[in-house]
Protein backbone atom coordinates (compact mmCIF):
# COMPACT_ATOMS: atom_id res chain seq x y z
CA UNK A 1 0.00 0.00 0.00
CA UNK A 2 1.61 3.64 -0.66
CA UNK A 3 1.25 6.48 1.11
CA UNK A 4 -0.68 9.26 -0.77
CA UNK A 5 0.73 12.53 -1.42
CA UNK A 6 -1.58 14.44 0.65
CA UNK A 7 -0.14 12.50 3.46
CA UNK A 8 3.39 13.25 2.79
CA UNK A 9 2.30 16.81 2.88
CA UNK A 10 0.22 16.71 6.27
CA UNK A 11 3.98 14.81 7.55
CA UNK A 12 5.81 16.99 6.19
CA UNK A 13 3.54 20.43 7.78
CA UNK A 14 3.98 18.69 10.92
CA UNK A 15 7.82 18.32 10.70
CA UNK A 16 8.30 22.18 10.11
CA UNK A 17 5.99 22.74 12.49
CA UNK A 18 7.79 21.03 15.37
CA UNK A 19 10.83 22.62 14.05
CA UNK A 20 10.03 25.64 14.01
CA UNK A 21 8.75 25.21 17.77
CA UNK A 22 11.57 23.25 18.83
CA UNK A 23 13.86 26.56 17.02
CA UNK A 24 11.99 28.63 19.60
CA UNK A 25 12.46 26.31 22.50
CA UNK A 26 16.29 26.66 21.37
CA UNK A 27 16.71 30.22 21.42
CA UNK A 28 14.78 30.86 24.85
CA UNK A 29 17.33 27.89 26.28
CA UNK A 30 20.32 29.22 25.06
CA UNK A 31 19.63 32.89 26.38
CA UNK A 32 17.96 32.30 29.59
CA UNK A 33 18.14 28.26 30.64
CA UNK A 34 21.42 26.59 29.44
CA UNK A 35 24.23 28.07 31.43
CA UNK A 36 21.86 28.68 34.89
CA UNK A 37 20.99 24.91 34.83
CA UNK A 38 24.74 23.53 33.34
CA UNK A 39 26.17 25.88 36.50
CA UNK A 40 23.60 24.67 38.73
CA UNK A 41 24.48 20.93 38.28
CA UNK A 42 28.33 21.87 38.44
CA UNK A 43 27.92 23.38 41.54
CA UNK A 44 25.33 20.91 43.49
CA UNK A 45 27.90 18.28 42.43
CA UNK A 46 24.83 16.57 40.48
CA UNK A 47 27.07 14.79 38.15
CA UNK A 48 28.65 12.45 40.62
CA UNK A 49 25.46 10.81 41.41
CA UNK A 50 26.33 7.13 39.61
CA UNK A 51 22.83 6.52 38.88
CA UNK A 52 22.91 9.14 36.54
CA UNK A 53 25.90 7.96 34.60
CA UNK A 54 24.52 4.52 34.18
CA UNK A 55 21.42 5.41 32.77
CA UNK A 56 23.50 7.54 29.53
CA UNK A 57 24.62 3.75 29.00
CA UNK A 58 21.79 2.19 27.31
CA UNK A 59 20.98 4.75 23.81
CA UNK A 60 24.70 3.76 22.35
CA UNK A 61 24.50 0.32 23.36
CA UNK A 62 21.18 -0.22 21.78
CA UNK A 63 22.67 1.58 18.31
CA UNK A 64 25.86 -0.61 18.76
CA UNK A 65 23.50 -3.89 18.81
CA UNK A 66 21.33 -2.86 16.03
CA UNK A 67 23.22 -4.47 13.43
CA UNK A 68 23.30 -7.76 14.94
CA UNK A 69 19.19 -7.41 15.38
CA UNK A 70 18.69 -6.26 11.54
CA UNK A 71 21.14 -9.37 10.57
CA UNK A 72 19.08 -11.62 12.83
CA UNK A 73 15.39 -10.25 11.67
CA UNK A 74 16.31 -10.53 7.86
CA UNK A 75 17.49 -14.24 8.28
CA UNK A 76 14.62 -14.92 10.16
CA UNK A 77 12.52 -13.23 7.26
CA UNK A 78 13.57 -16.17 4.84
CA UNK A 79 11.39 -17.86 6.42
CA UNK A 80 8.15 -16.55 6.81
CA UNK A 81 6.29 -12.84 7.22
CA UNK A 82 7.68 -10.92 9.99
CA UNK A 83 5.39 -10.98 13.34
CA UNK A 84 4.26 -7.42 13.96
CA UNK A 85 6.67 -6.73 17.02
CA UNK A 86 9.64 -7.93 14.52
CA UNK A 87 8.72 -5.44 11.98
CA UNK A 88 8.72 -2.76 15.03
CA UNK A 89 11.94 -3.44 15.88
CA UNK A 90 13.50 -3.43 12.31
CA UNK A 91 11.62 0.32 11.73
CA UNK A 92 12.71 1.10 15.29
CA UNK A 93 16.30 0.31 14.91
CA UNK A 94 16.96 1.48 11.52
CA UNK A 95 15.36 5.07 12.63
CA UNK A 96 18.04 5.15 15.37
CA UNK A 97 20.38 4.21 13.05
CA UNK A 98 19.65 7.10 10.39
CA UNK A 99 18.14 9.39 13.45
CA UNK A 100 22.25 9.64 14.62
CA UNK A 101 23.17 9.84 10.86
CA UNK A 102 21.02 13.11 10.88
CA UNK A 103 22.68 14.18 14.03
CA UNK A 104 26.21 14.06 12.90
CA UNK A 105 25.22 15.73 10.03
CA UNK A 106 23.82 18.56 11.83
CA UNK A 107 26.50 18.78 14.65
CA UNK A 108 28.93 19.45 12.12
CA UNK A 109 26.81 22.61 10.75
CA UNK A 110 25.62 24.06 13.91
CA UNK A 111 29.64 23.07 16.21
CA UNK A 112 28.59 23.81 19.69
CA UNK A 113 30.84 23.53 22.42
CA UNK A 114 30.28 21.08 25.44
CA UNK A 115 28.86 22.15 28.95
CA UNK A 116 32.13 20.56 30.55
CA UNK A 117 35.27 19.64 29.51
CA UNK A 118 35.95 15.34 29.17
CA UNK A 119 38.46 14.78 26.85
CA UNK A 120 41.04 16.01 24.91
CA UNK A 121 41.09 19.32 26.81
CA UNK A 122 37.92 20.09 24.52
CA UNK A 123 36.06 23.85 25.23
CA UNK A 124 33.43 24.27 27.48
CA UNK A 125 31.29 26.82 29.51
CA UNK A 126 32.56 24.78 32.52
CA UNK A 127 35.83 24.00 31.86
CA UNK A 128 37.34 26.61 29.85
CA UNK A 129 34.09 29.93 29.63
CA UNK A 130 33.39 29.17 26.27
CA UNK A 131 30.10 29.25 25.09
CA UNK A 132 27.91 29.41 22.02
CA UNK A 133 27.82 28.33 18.64
CA UNK A 134 30.05 28.40 15.82
CA UNK A 135 28.68 26.78 12.48
CA UNK A 136 30.82 24.74 10.04
CA UNK A 137 33.37 23.71 12.35
CA UNK A 138 33.66 19.47 12.76
CA UNK A 139 35.01 17.69 15.93
CA UNK A 140 34.13 16.27 18.55
CA UNK A 141 35.07 18.57 20.88
CA UNK A 142 31.83 21.34 19.26
CA UNK A 143 29.63 18.36 18.97
CA UNK A 144 27.14 19.15 22.00
CA UNK A 145 23.96 19.83 19.56
CA UNK A 146 21.83 18.15 18.80
CA UNK A 147 21.90 15.70 21.49
CA UNK A 148 23.26 12.23 19.98
CA UNK A 149 21.53 10.70 22.59
CA UNK A 150 18.57 12.06 23.10
CA UNK A 151 18.29 11.59 18.95
CA UNK A 152 19.00 7.36 19.85
CA UNK A 153 16.31 7.90 22.18
CA UNK A 154 13.30 9.15 20.61
CA UNK A 155 14.54 7.88 17.48
CA UNK A 156 13.75 4.35 18.81
CA UNK A 157 10.90 5.05 21.34
CA UNK A 158 8.90 7.01 19.24
CA UNK A 159 8.48 4.15 16.47
CA UNK A 160 6.58 1.68 18.98
CA UNK A 161 4.49 4.70 20.29
CA UNK A 162 3.39 5.16 16.75
CA UNK A 163 3.38 1.54 16.11
CA UNK A 164 0.96 0.47 19.02
CA UNK A 165 -1.06 3.95 19.38
CA UNK A 166 -3.74 1.91 21.60
CA UNK A 167 -1.01 0.23 23.67
CA UNK A 168 -1.12 1.94 27.76
CA UNK A 169 1.84 -0.43 28.32
CA UNK A 170 3.43 0.38 25.25
CA UNK A 171 3.36 4.17 25.99
CA UNK A 172 4.32 3.65 30.27
CA UNK A 173 7.35 2.11 29.47
CA UNK A 174 8.53 4.30 26.98
CA UNK A 175 7.80 7.26 29.43
CA UNK A 176 9.74 5.75 31.68
CA UNK A 177 12.59 4.64 30.22
CA UNK A 178 12.90 7.42 28.18
CA UNK A 179 12.49 10.25 30.39
CA UNK A 180 15.36 9.47 33.39
CA UNK A 181 17.85 9.03 30.31
CA UNK A 182 16.81 12.71 28.75
CA UNK A 183 16.99 14.14 32.25
CA UNK A 184 20.14 12.56 32.78
CA UNK A 185 21.86 13.74 29.98
CA UNK A 186 21.10 16.97 31.81
CA UNK A 187 22.05 15.89 34.78
CA UNK A 188 25.64 15.08 34.04
CA UNK A 189 26.30 18.00 31.87
CA UNK A 190 26.80 15.70 28.84
CA UNK A 191 24.24 18.37 27.30
CA UNK A 192 22.25 21.91 27.50
CA UNK A 193 18.75 21.33 27.95
CA UNK A 194 18.25 22.76 24.38
CA UNK A 195 20.61 20.10 23.22
CA UNK A 196 18.26 17.46 24.28
CA UNK A 197 15.33 19.20 23.16
CA UNK A 198 16.59 19.37 19.29
CA UNK A 199 18.06 16.12 19.68
CA UNK A 200 14.34 14.62 20.98
CA UNK A 201 12.67 16.70 18.36
CA UNK A 202 15.27 15.36 15.18
CA UNK A 203 14.94 11.65 16.29
CA UNK A 204 11.12 12.45 16.63
CA UNK A 205 10.58 13.34 13.59
CA UNK A 206 12.33 10.96 12.25
CA UNK A 207 10.84 8.10 13.33
CA UNK A 208 7.71 9.26 12.55
CA UNK A 209 8.90 9.52 8.94
CA UNK A 210 10.44 6.15 9.44
CA UNK A 211 6.74 4.44 10.75
CA UNK A 212 4.69 5.93 8.44
CA UNK A 213 7.27 4.72 5.10
CA UNK A 214 6.62 1.14 6.89
CA UNK A 215 2.61 1.79 7.54
CA UNK A 216 3.05 0.62 11.00
CA UNK A 217 0.56 3.39 11.84
CA UNK A 218 -2.26 1.17 10.32
CA UNK A 219 -3.41 -2.17 12.69
Known sequence: MTM???DYRRLLLRALIMTVLCIAAVLVCYFWIDRPVAFFVYRHHINTIQVFRWLTYPPPE???WSALVLTILMVRRAWGPFLRWQKVLLV????LIVADDFRISIGDVCG???????THDNPSLIGTGTYG?????RGDDIGSFPSGHACRILG????????????RTVQVIAIVLCAPMLVSLVAMNYHFVSDVIAGGVLG???ATYAAHLARLQIS
Open 4 to 6: PEA
Open 62 to 64: VQN
Open 92 to 95: ACLS
Open 112 to 118: RYWPETW
Open 133 to 137: FHPFQ
Open 156 to 167: FATVWVIAMPHS
Open 204 to 206: GIV
